[in-house]
């Protein structure tokens, strides 16, 4: 039902061949460009500034030199026969290469150029071509139509990403969208998130979203498994795959192709189709999968798996200085499935001691009366939330830009200071709210200073989000 | 049902009475100071910053001058009875003050400190007896725990305000809450949103939110009415002011309360009585009210109504350069009660024509091919794009962070300025969807970039919305 056949066979999904490719020790790149505007020219300077752990070799017939690099006329003239080939070349010029590829014995090709099934008829024919070569030659194909691979532990990377990090992490991103595997990414790695591996693989001709996923369930480099999918090619494997996945690690789906123009999207994006929503919302269901719409869910949601892990629990303790965030959070709260239990007995009194002044009001939502309180009182009052038993999660709305107004930046890293130190001897999952007061574009003055107070929060295990409802739904995403 | 009895009877609504408070010519700040992290301080600044359009008098027995102005030790002393007393003066203590303005002869008295109503039976006292205190004298009061009144003609400021906007809009905010009267405001200004008014009016003691909408239903000075509410004080005439005001005015409003945690929270911010979910959500869908949760989504209609009004319609033209933003545009739409009709005909066709390279896809939604291609075939699908009228509002991604990598700032420019020209030469509604793709602390170049575009294009009438939930979320609402 979730198949889409193209003539060719499925080959068994095969461990050693799929690592293989992403952790290439050679890479080619045919294609290869000095020319500005050219993907062969972005995919080239990429590789090059990531700095390739290995061999890589530039390939053109009209070029000497790229970069700085030695360029070599056409594969067979390279040295040796690399692991990897990836072809950023038009589709109708690609079969020639492949045959290339099929006679030198290469482990993997990645097709980066459109024009395959997306497009119908011909391109259909075209890709076909493609797979029957790579079966004949006992090589694999990733794409077409693709931005490929970014694995940092042997710093290959996709196009455009030149700036992805080079530390690796334990989150595995495949993405059919080769525009939201760098999205994805470049957001994920400025919150502090890692990436064992990001595949794009577009058409999906023969390496499909079944053996990707299954291949990140056995990769002891991954821990968490992220996907963009449009459609399935693997229908009959794709249920079981699942399942064995989520049964081991958390495993968070962003499907599109609900709706009638999104399935017209997918036809002429990847030449997917998108399948039965009540097949996919049943898939999803079954085997627990978090299910995310949107890069901002999908970072969201990410950054709570790595802060909090799976299941952290629903009882939040809303914190803020004001009482307007209180009476809003609780209504997103249960919308969400997520309570706020009052705050009761010694816990209770406690807090009213700490709190004992006008304005503020112990309970939960707790509301410390103002943006900023005098320090020993605010580290007592979170001190005292964060050892609360009868919640989970203490979330703290920091009102940064009120705070900017009263205690300019050295205040607000005191405040954060006392934070870390809580999160750290308490053990306390945390999550802080920070939000931009301002978008004027000469005032940038919060933005940078709210910056570094993220990453720094961030760095001490403190995932921080936007807005109480993004905290709140990536909170209760990560409890399903 | 809606009621919160409080034992002194409301008074008629009175346009006058309301319209010479916000409207003050004279203001007098009680407890002005100039003591650092003092609320007397941040609102005899703000006050001071904004530049009150009229006699500004300061009030405080303990000071001969504050910020290089005069300063009189009680009301009595003024050279003339101010319009408008502001008390910035702890709740015991406000008792005494008032029965000044009652010998005055004041027309209102803006409350600003907590310690009322919201802290049971002795603050419940101490509100009636303001409240006795206000009928006797025939004045109004705003308040108390609020943050006041914003009103950009007269120069009057809500605590902390200081950086309003002098500029007058025609939105009228009214609000419970003191920080998200504050926090809309901000984040509404700084996307070129201007007010008529912003009232923050906390407990409502007197002068409520009914008041408050039939007052902005009769301004001249208003064109679309927001709000945030916890309760409601008049539960007999609300439902007639909203119904009235509704009628001949965008109305959206924020309410609070559903669940039992925010219950709790409205109870102990204002004293209020949060009241039936189900009696709110019939008032808002009887009344076509447009429902908004939380600062962002506000903001977000706020911008819809501004530039597209009440209703532009419901189907989407999506345009991006990149097939993953119409999979999944589609999906968002059709969630949100918005179609994406497919493009056909004579439109298809020259499209087909204008766009008539690999990778781009003629439809609906429209993939350009790549973030950015040559502007001439760029303004071309556009243009085309804007004059299809079997779509009532064009929706363009510009992936400004890949713009950015491809043709930099110049280039993005160019972009932008082909935008404006075609939503001014088509009259086309157009929204822009700008995303921020680091958040890094030390790589501002892009946010920088973005916002700089986002002013030119808001200028131009174009609102920009940071994703395409947001943008599509904003643009189904206004068409409730």
Excluded at 139 to 149: D, E, S, T
Aim: with cysteine.
């Amino acid at each position: 039902m979730l198949r889409v056949p193209m003539g060719v066979k499925l080959l068994s999904f095969d461990f050693d061949e799929i690592a293989g490719i992403i952790n290439a020790r050679s890479l080619a790149i045919v294609g290869a460009s000095g020319a500005p505007m050219k993907f062969g020219s972005f995919y080239t300077s990429a590789q090059l500034q990531m700095e390739f752990d290995g061999p890589l070799y530039l390939v053109n017939p009209h070029e000497k030199e790229i970069m700085g690099r030695k360029v070599y006329p056409d594969l067979k003239s390279l040295p040796e026969t690399p692991d990897v080939v990836a072809l950023t070349i038009p589709a109708h010029r690609s079969i020639e290469m492949l045959r290339d590829c099929a006679e030198l014995g290469v482990k993997g090709v990645i097709m980066i150029a459109s024009g395959f099934r997306e497009i119908g008829s011909k391109g259909i024919a075209l890709e076909k071509e493609a797979l029957e070569l790579a079966r004949e030659g006992g090589f694999r194909i990733v794409g077409p139509n693709c931005f490929g691979i970014y694995n940092p532990r042997n710093r290959m990377t996709v196009l455009p990403g030149y700036d992805f990090s080079k530390s690796p992490g334990r989150i595995a991103f495949i993405s059919q969208s080769g525009g939201y595997s760098v999205h994805v990414a470049r957001q994920a790695q400025s919150l502090g998130l890692g990436f064992s591996a990001v595949v794009s693989y577009g058409n999906a001709a023969d390496l499909n979203e079944t053996d990707f996923l299954r291949y990140f369930t056995l990769d002891g480099h991954t821990d968490i498994i992220a996907g963009y999918l449009e459609g399935v090619m693997d229908g009959d494997g794709f249920p079981q795959a699942l399942a064995e996945a989520s049964a081991v690690k958390p495993v968070v789906l962003w499907k599109v192709g609900r709706s009638e123009s999104s399935r017209r999207a997918v036809a002429s994006h990847t030449g997917s189709m998108a399948g039965s929503s009540e097949i996919w919302e049943g898939l999803i269901r079954q085997h627990e999968v978090i299910p995310a719409s949107g890069v901002d869910e999908m970072v969201d949601i990410l950054l709570a798996l790595e802060h909090f892990g799976r299941r952290p629990g629903r009882r939040l303790l809303m914190a803020s200085g004001g009482g307007g965030i209180g009476t809003y959070a609780g209504d997103i709260a249960e919308a969400e499935g997520l309570s706020v239990p009052p705050l009761e007995g010694e816990c209770l009194e406690r807090m009213r001691v700490i709190l004992s002044r006008a304005g503020a009001v112990a309970g939960n939502p707790l509301d410390i009366g103002a943006p900023l309180i005098p320090l020993p009182e605010f580290e007592g009052a979170m001190r005292e939330a964060a050892s609360n038993h009868s919640t989970d999660i203490l979330v703290f709305d920091l009102a940064i830009n009120f705070g900017h107004d009263l205690a300019g930046e050295p205040g607000l890293d005191l405040v954060g200071d006392i934070l870390i130190r809580i999160r750290r001897e308490t053990g306390k999952p945390l999550a802080v709210v920070l939000y931009s007061r301002s978008f004027d574009p000469d005032k940038l003055v919060v933005e940078r200073i709210l910056r570094r107070m993220r990453s720094k929060l961030l760095e001490q295990g403190i995932p921080v989000y936007p807005s109480i409802p993004r905290a709140l739904r990536a909170i209760a995403r990560v409890n399903i």
